[in-house]
Structure formats: structure tokens, C-alpha cells
């Protein structure tokens, strides 16, 4: 796994995972804002509250009586690709792998939430984990509108890929939410809130949004003129020339292939394996004709005739990234030896870093951002927001190291 954060848990999934249809657990991506919470059975039970006729609590293994609902889905973190735009933005720098394609089982939400019935005007339902947010990080509490939450697909998921849950997955009870975006898929869930308004917490009216419209790269953009991630975008990706495909409902119909640049496209062969909010494994048998440097792109389209952008569409926060993937390949009878790796960073580390940053959570996230000095300025803002102490007199000290060590990515 490519580790993104070690505490909380950010991990990111290999290439290696697009060549199979299901990903094993332990190549599953992990997407946590807050520390993996220890759930003990005994202890847990899931409270439906609200706009509801009869409040209720539930036992796994009262739950365990409904019937069983089975799907295969992709999972895929709005934010995956994030670190592919430009210019970059706060955030983890998550690349390709921030999706995966499990079989989940559980109930379906809609049985839980007849069984408690409704009040006249319930609009949408609100979860809540029993993860607890890192100092004055507010709560990961998110809502879904009622429509999505009565669709019969929208499950409550106690397995995955036929084990119970791993606890960095959502132990005992999560979320399912097929064809939409990772962030709706609320983990550890404990309390599902059925509201007559909308839930205006941190994670629905602040994180999670894009522009209605593109945007100017680079611009700061008022949330109100933003739309919470709902949807996944159609999307391929290429490892080895092989990969996966997946969109949100509509499924995916065709993977087509250039091997030079864009001129020309040629279809790939898709995989039998299949399913409606699964991704669809493809290939590319090629032999390349010369030794030459190869630019080779691949995109696919769904039922809708939907297809991927050649560039992405920048937007403030680095969500929804589905452009075409593209792979320079250098085909050689004598390929160089492995290129030298960069020599690490050996960066002293001011004794503010320390003290101000590193007591909520590691390094990694700090040096895998490449931002300027105004936007790692406003970065430490909100850390102070959400708890850092950084004594006054230091805050100038620390910037500097922060936009001299992590700045800016050179233009390629
Ligand atoms: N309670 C809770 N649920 C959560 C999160 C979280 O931090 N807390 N992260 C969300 C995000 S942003 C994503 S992308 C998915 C990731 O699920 P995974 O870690 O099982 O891959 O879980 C979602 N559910
Ligand atoms: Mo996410």
C-alpha cells in the first residue's frame, strides 16, 4: 500500500489491484479523517432516531434477521487524483489507486427504515460513526437525501468479500452507497438520523463540494456556489495495458485505447466478470511495432455515452478527477538501469514542527502537499482552527520551512 497517513489511516491501493476483479481487503483502499475507533460488539448498537414513527435500536444480530442483500460495487474517495491537479491544493495527494471493487452484504437501509417508520416531511438521513474527530476537527457526520436512502441498492454493510468487516473498513456496520462517491459511505455507523432539514454539519456544507460550473484554476470558490459530490464521473484507468473501468449506474460498454497520442483508438477486450455498480476489468494485447517512445491514452464510455475528459476539470477542493489517463512509454532494447532514487529529504525539521504539528498526526501528510507560502499559510490557519498550538512568534518560522521544503511542483 502506498501509505498517505499512518495515523489516521490514509492508505492507498498499488496498481497491481486493477488487475483484479474483486480487491482483497488488504489491498483495499483506507480513507479515515480520524483514528480508527475500537469497536467491541457487546458494546455497540445502532440507534434509528429522528423524523421517525418508532425510534429503534438494533443489535447486529437482530439486523442479522432481516433479509440479506448481496452487491458488488467500486468504492471509489471523491478525492482520488487529487494529486494529479494543477495547480495542487491542501489535502491528501491521493493518486489512481483511492477506489476498489468489493462484494459487500448486508440489510437494506430501506427495510431498517420501515421498521421504524416515517414522520410527514423527512427529507434526507443523517449518519453518524463512532469515529471521534482529532482535536477540534469537527465530526465525520454525513447525510444522503431520503430518495437515495430508500433506493434498494443503499445498503447497511456487515461484510466484505464474505468476512465481517476489517475494523478500518467500517467494524461492525457501514454504509453502501453504489454509484456515488467514497465520502457517502459512512463507516462504524451508529446512529442514523431520518431529518425534515438539511444536515448542515463540516462534512456536507464545507468538504465534499464542487463548483456548479468549472472554475478558474487556482481560485478560491464560496461554498455556496458549490454542490455536494454525489455522483461518480466515468472513469478508466491503465496498468500494464490492462486495467479497470467503472462508472456510477450506467454501466460501462466500451474501453478504447491509443497507442499514439490521441490519433488513433482502437477498442480493448472487456472482462467477463460484471455487475451493476462493479468495475469492469479490460485489455490491450499490443505488441509495440519499434523501439520508440510511446504516449498511450485509454478512456471508456458508459451507456449514457458518456466518456472522460482529455483534461480535468480543476475545482478547489481536487475532487472527482476522471480524466483520460496517459502513459509515456519508452520501448528499448537496452533500458537504462533503475533511475536513481531521490535522495530523501534531509530537511531540519525546526523544533516548531514538532511541538505544533506532529502530536494530532505524522509527517506524510505535511510532505506530500506542494503548495505556496499564501496557501501554507492559510493550511497552519486551519490547524490552529482545529487545535494546533503554534506560539505566535513562531508561526512565521514555521510557514518558511513549510513553503521552502514543500513547495510548489516545478512545471513538467
Ligand atoms: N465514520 C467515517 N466514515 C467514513 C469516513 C470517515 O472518516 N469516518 N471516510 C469516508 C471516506 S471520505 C471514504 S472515501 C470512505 C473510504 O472507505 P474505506 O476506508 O473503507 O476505503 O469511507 C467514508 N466513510
Ligand atoms: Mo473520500
Request: glycine fraction near 6%; aromatic fraction near 10%; proline fraction near 9%.
Amino acid at each position: 500500500m502506498r501509505v498517505l497517513s499512518t495515523r489516521p489511516e490514509d492508505f492507498e491501493m498499488p496498481m497491481e489491484g486493477f488487475g483484479t476483479w474483486i480487491t482483497p481487503v488488504d489491498k483495499f483502499f483506507v480513507r479515515s479523517h480520524h483514528y480508527t475507533p475500537d469497536v467491541k460488539l457487546r458494546d455497540w448498537k445502532l440507534s434509528v432516531v429522528g423524523k421517525v414513527a418508532t425510534p429503534l435500536v438494533w443489535t447486529l444480530d437482530e439486523l442479522k434477521k432481516l433479509p440479506r442483500v448481496e452487491l458488488v460495487s467500486v468504492l471509489e474517495c471523491a478525492g482520488n487524483g487529487r494529486g494529479l491537479y494543477t495547480p495542487s491544493m491542501a489535502g491528501l495527494q491521493w493518486k489512481y489507486g483511492a477506489v476498489g471493487n468489493a462484494r459487500w452484504a448486508g440489510v437494506r437501509l430501506l427495510d431498517v427504515l420501515r421498521k421504524a417508520g416515517r414522520q410527514p416531511g423527512a427529507v434526507e438521513v443523517m449518519f453518524d460513526g463512532a469515529d471521534v474527530a482529532i482535536g477540534a476537527q469537527p465530526e465525520f457526520q454525513r447525510s444522503i437525501p431520503l430518495k437515495k436512502a430508500l433506493d434498494p441498492n443503499t445498503i447497511l454493510a456487515y461484510e466484505m468479500n464474505g468476512e465481517p468487516l476489517d475494523p478500518s473498513h467500517g467494524f461492525p456496520l457501514r454504509l453502501v452507497v453504489p454509484g456515488w462517491a467514497g465520502d457517502s459511505w459512512v463507516k462504524w455507523v451508529m446512529k442514523i438520523e431520518v431529518r425534515d432539514t438539511e444536515f448542515d454539519g463540516f462534512f456536507m456544507k464545507t468538504a465534499y463540494r464542487i463548483p456548479t460550473r468549472p472554475v478558474l484554476p487556482g481560485s478560491a470558490v464560496d461554498p455556496a456556489q458549490m454542490t455536494p459530490v454525489t455522483s461518480l464521473s466515468i472513469k478508466s484507468l491503465l496498468a500494464k495495458l490492462s486495467g479497470a473501468a467503472w462508472s456510477h449506474a450506467a454501466p460501462v460498454v466500451a474501453v478504447e485505447v491509443s497507442t499514439d497520442a490521441g490519433r488513433t483508438w482502437k477498442p480493448a477486450t472487456l472482462g467477463s466478470d460484471r455487475a451493476p455498480f462493479a468495475w469492469r476489468l479490460w485489455e490491450f494485447p499490443w505488441t509495440p511495432p519499434a523501439d520508440a517512445y510511446y504516449t498511450v491514452l485509454v478512456r471508456a464510455r458508459n451507456a449514457l455515452g458518456e466518456t472522460q475528459p482529455l483534461q480535468p476539470e480543476w475545482n478547489p477542493s481536487g475532487y472527482s478527477h476522471n480524466a483520460v489517463q496517459s502513459v509515456r512509454l519508452h520501448v528499448t532494447a537496452n533500458p537504462p538501469s533503475g533511475a536513481p532514487l531521490p535522495a530523501p529529504s534531509n530537511a531540519v525539521r525546526p523544533a516548531a514542527l514538532e511541538q505544533s504539528c506532529l502530536t494530532c498526526h505524522s509527517m506524510e501528510p505535511i510532505e506530500q502537499q506542494r503548495l505556496t507560502r499564501a496557501q501554507w499559510e492559510r493550511e497552519v490557519e486551519k490547524m490552529q482552527r482545529w487545535g494546533a498550538k503554534v506560539r505566535p512568534e513562531l508561526k512565521e518560522v514555521l510557514v518558511d520551512f513549510l513553503a521552502n521544503h514543500y513547495g510548489v511542483r516545478p512545471v513538467r
